[in-house]
């Protein structure tokens, strides 16, 4: 059999590794440089989407913060509303607790107004409490008993007392003097 012979001579492995060793490093460095690439990138794409859930928790701190300044305002500016509210309800409660204590004496004056003859002037007309004071002249007595009388008549007073000061008769003319006490009910 006729075996053949090889005239190329075969390189050695020693030599073959030494021509391998610089295309398999630079496969291991663009396979490293490539996986390096590519870490980077997810850690650039993680760090972008935290440094943008940081923006959205500090804009939400800012909006909490704003909304419990806000609020901070409007209790405190409720508390004064309450307060006024309850300043205005006890001056309201004041005014008629004086409103109820106070006498009107608007009908005592149109009683006096209606029955007051023509022949009687008044000087004055006061009231203290349920007690009221009218002094004046008169020309005729008559006049003047009339004037007690209508005003003893009347529900609103409980008692009318005449005292008469002075009577004048100067000129041919009687002038009388008066004051009339009421008490009112």
Do not use: W
Not at 67 to 75: G, K, N, R, Y
Not at 88 to 98: N, T
Not at 115 to 123: A, H
């Amino acid at each position: 059999m006729i075996s053949r012979v090889n005239l190329i001579p075969k390189t050695p492995l020693s030599e073959t590794i030494k021509g391998l060793i610089p295309v398999a490093f630079v496969i291991m460095t663009m396979v490293l440089g490539l996986f390096l690439a590519g870490r980077m990138y997810l850690l650039d794409r993680n760090m972008q989407e935290i440094q943008a859930e940081v923006k959205k928790s500090e804009e939400v701190q800012q909006q909490k913060a704003t909304i419990a300044s806000l609020v901070a305002s409007l209790e405190s500016k409720t508390v004064s509303r309450k307060e006024q509210l309850q300043r205005k309800r006890e001056a309201v409660a004041k005014l008629l607790k004086i409103e109820g204590e106070k006498r009107t004496f608007s009908h005592p004056l149109f009683l006096i107004a209606d029955v007051l003859p023509p022949t009687i002037r008044c000087k004055t007309i006061s009231f203290s409490g349920r007690t009221g004071l009218l002094t004046g002249t008169a020309l005729d007595y008559n006049d003047l008993v009339l004037l007690v009388k209508k005003l003893q008549d009347d529900p609103l007073s409980t008692k009318v007392s005449l005292a008469v000061t002075d009577r004048d008769n100067a000129q041919e003319i009687e002038k009388i003097q008066f004051s009339i006490v009421l008490e009112l009910s």
